[in-house]
DNA sequence: TATATGACGGACG
DNA sequence: GCGTCCGCCATAT
C-alpha cells in the first residue's frame, strides 16, 4: 500500500476548494490556494487542475487568474471549453475575459 | 544534481 | 494595457 504523500493532500485540499465556487460564479488560482490553506501556491493550483480527468465533476473552468481572465492558450480546446462552460453559467465571456464577480471562499 | 517548463501572481517600466 | 523579472511548487528530462 502506498501512502498519500503531502503532494496528495495538497491536491485534495485544492480540488476541495475549487468545488466550493458556486455556479455563475468564479475565483483565482491564488484565491484557490489561500482557501485550500496554500498561500502563495497558485501554481500549484494550475498543476491540481491539469491533473482533472475529463470527466471529473469539480468546476474547474470556474477558476481564473487573477487578471481576470482564462489561463489557457486562446483557441485551444480547453480555452473554447472553458468559455463555453462559464456562459453557460451567466458569466460574461469576451476573448477569454472575465467581466464579473469573484467568488469569496470565506470572505463572502 | 541541474535545468526547463507550467491552467500563477505581484512588482516594475 | 503589455512585456519582463522574480518567487513560488511539482514534474519531466
Redesign the pocket.
Known amino acids: 500500500m502506498s501512502e498519500a504523500?503531502?503532494?496528495d493532500i495538497?491536491l485534495q485540499m485544492v480540488w476541495q476548494a475549487v468545488q466550493a465556487i458556486p455556479p455563475g460564479r468564479v475565483s483565482?488560482?491564488?484565491?484557490v490556494?489561500r482557501a485550500a490553506g496554500?498561500p502563495?501556491?497558485?501554481?500549484?493550483?494550475?498543476?491540481a487542475?491539469?491533473q482533472?480527468a475529463q470527466d471529473t465533476r469539480i468546476p474547474?473552468?470556474r477558476?481564473?487568474?487573477?487578471?481576470g481572465r482564462i489561463?489557457?492558450?486562446p483557441g485551444s480546446e480547453?480555452f473554447q471549453e472553458?468559455s463555453q462552460r462559464l456562459l453557460a453559467e451567466g458569466v460574461t465571456v469576451n476573448q477569454g475575459?472575465i467581466a464579473l464577480r469573484r467568488f469569496r471562499h470565506d470572505f463572502g
Open positions: 504523500t503531502p503532494t495538497r483565482t488560482y491564488g484565491d490556494a496554500l502563495g501556491l497558485a501554481r500549484f493550483v494550475g498543476y487542475l491539469r482533472l474547474w473552468h477558476v481564473i487568474n487573477s487578471q489561463s489557457l492558450p480547453g472553458q475575459r
